[in-house]
Nanobody, 128 residues
Framework: QLRLVQSGGGLVQPGGSLRLSCVASGSTLAYLHIGWFRQVPGKEREGVSCINSISGDGRTHYADSVKGRFTISRDSAKNTAYLEMNSLEPDDTAVYYC???????????????????WGQGTQVTVSS
């Protein structure tokens, strides 16, 4: 059974950077689509970025709000996915979740309901 454990996050000033990690056990991330989602209290969870499985094409997708600032990646040797976040803004404040699933189409067409395995979430706060 796939288990995802997140690390990273914390408090950062506007314009700063953070890297979130998502370590998998029980399955090989390379064969799964990986998504990063975020949620603020009172709002629905939103997709931030995703990356297709290596057995697919490894293509990445980004929400317009983070395009050019966030980078999703995976390290197959470490069975770990990352979300590098630069030029952080106060509106990026949220609980961030990684998720993984074996999916057929490009990850950009899927939403949170399509991902079956989730990390525990990590708080990212952008504030001066």
């Amino acid at each position: 059974q796939l288990r995802l454990v997140q690390s990273g996050g914390g408090l950062v000033q506007p314009g700063g950077s953070l890297r979130l990690s998502c370590v998998a056990s029980g399955s090989t991330l390379a064969y799964l689509h990986i998504g990063w989602f975020r949620q603020v209290p009172g709002k629905e969870r939103e997709g931030v970025s995703c990356i297709n499985s290596i057995s697919g094409d490894g293509r990445t997708h980004y929400a317009d709000s983070v395009k050019g600032r966030f980078t999703i990646s995976r390290d197959s040797a470490k069975n770990t996915a990352y979300l590098e976040m630069n030029s952080l803004e106060p509106d990026d404040t949220a609980v961030y979740y990684c998720a993984a699933e074996r999916l057929a189409l490009s990850c950009g067409v899927y939403g949170e309901a399509d991902f079956g395995s989730w990390g525990q979430g990590t708080q990212v706060t952008v504030s001066s």
